[in-house]
């Protein structure tokens, strides 16, 4: 069975940078999105970033744009999520999510897809 397992957080001073790690495992990953989401405490769990099956496309929230940049492996198992110029509204639970390559291109709805880590905590804070 597919299996994702998040590493990376952690707690960062505002300003700072993390990177977080998603790695695949047990299925077959051809035509597959990767996406990164998040929910704080008391909200929804909101999309982040996303990137197609090639890597060629990616797309981001309004929030992060210009500071997280999500990467794939050409393997097409693991994916990545560098988080620069963090800021204290970035804390959140952040988990990896797996869904079709057509669903990168519907909509950033959580429900698209089927998939998902366990999620890693990251604190923004002085």
């Known amino acids: 069975q597919v299996k994702l397992v998040e590493t990376g957080g952690g707690l960062v001073q505002p300003g700072g940078s993390l990177r977080l790690s998603c790695a695949a495992s047990?299925?077959?990953?051809?035509?597959?999105?990767m996406a990164w989401f998040r929910q704080a405490p008391g909200k929804q769990r909101e999309y982040v970033a996303g990137?197609?099956?090639?890597?060629?496309?990616?797309y981001y929230s309004d929030s992060v744009k210009g500071r997280f940049t999500i990467s794939r492996d050409t393997a097409k198992t693991t994916s990545d999520l560098q988080m620069n110029s963090l800021k204290p509204e970035d804390t959140a639970v952040y988990y990896c999510?797996?869904?079709?390559?057509?669903?990168?291109?519907?909509?950033?709805?959580?429900?698209?897809?089927?998939?998902w880590g366990q999620g890693t905590q990251v604190t923004v804070s002085s």
């Open positions: 999510a797996l869904g079709s390559n057509a669903a990168f291109f519907r909509s950033t709805s959580q429900y698209e897809y089927h998939y």
């Open positions: 047990g299925g077959t990953f051809t035509d597959t999105a």
């Open positions: 990137i197609t099956w090639n890597g060629m496309t990616t």
